[in-house]
């Protein structure tokens, strides 16, 4: 298993622009979750999916943001435009149907600046 | 919302020492506590879960705690080793339905000093 999938792996922007950070949850998995670390606020959670539905978005912090998941095998995370307080890294994590939708599998992470 | 505290923020211990961390949740209706380890550069990684009608569990040298009634929670790694320095992170959940919302504590820095 390839685990879940991110990139880019790191993106450098200038503000004002349109970001795109993609994901591809573990094969099987139909709960996709998106997170936020800085050292300021630690890992925040932003939205999460199920069966490609948006559940709870209530951790986007604007109107900038905006998550999507048109298949079970793919999610975007769009910023736009970007500012530097968005520079953070973002996580994407997925988990598996039954009882170990508990447990969530993070990927790489993708380090945003924004500058 | 569900709040979780953390402490301490950073831990050095010797290794073959144990170390413990702690955490408190705020929502008595949360019932589901992972912890999470975290090396540079990298994703969090699950290591343990428990759930609320377990007071305890062990995985080889870690174990977690929890104390519903004081609503707190505990990771104890014994005879710790230098690979086990990574950031660990607590977490509580008040899973069911369709709501697997995890929310984290700020993480513990743990270094372990041949």
């Known amino acids: 298993d390839a685990g879940v999938i991110q990139s880019p792996r790191h993106e450098v922007t200038e503000m004002g622009q349109e970001v795109t950070l993609r994901c591809k949850p573990i094969?099987?998995?139909?709960?996709l979750f998106w997170y936020r670390q800085t050292m300021m606020r630690g890992l925040e959670l932003l939205i999460y999916f199920n069966n490609n539905v948006p559940i709870d978005d209530s951790g986007m912090p604007e109107d900038r943001f905006s998550a999507k998941m048109p298949n079970a095998s793919f999610s975007t995370l769009k910023i736009q435009p970007s500012e530097p307080r968005d520079s953070a890294v973002y996580f994407c994590?997925?988990?598996?149907?039954?009882?170990?939708?508990?447990?969530?599998?993070f990927g790489p992470g993708t380090r945003l600046t924004v500058t | 919302g569900e709040n979780v505290e953390q402490h301490p923020s950073t831990l050095s211990v010797q290794e073959g020492d144990s170390a413990v961390i702690k955490c408190t949740y705020s929502?008595?209706?949360?019932?589901?506590f992972p912890w999470y380890k975290q090396e540079l550069g990298k994703g969090p990684q699950l290591i343990i879960d428990?759930?609320?009608?377990?007071g305890e569990k062990k995985d080889q040298r870690i174990a977690v705690t929890l104390n519903k009634t004081a609503k707190h929670f505990s990771l104890h790694i014994t005879e710790t080793q230098p690979e086990d320095s990574a950031v660990y992170f607590c977490a509580a959940s008040r899973s069911g339905g369709s709501n697997y919302k995890l929310t984290f504590g700020k993480g513990t820095l743990l270094t372990v000093n041949p």
């Open positions: 428990i759930r609320s009608n377990v």
């Open positions: 094969s099987g998995h139909d709960y």
């Open positions: 929502d008595s209706a949360s019932n589901y």
């Open positions: 994590a997925s988990s598996a149907p039954g009882l170990a939708r508990y447990e969530q599998y």
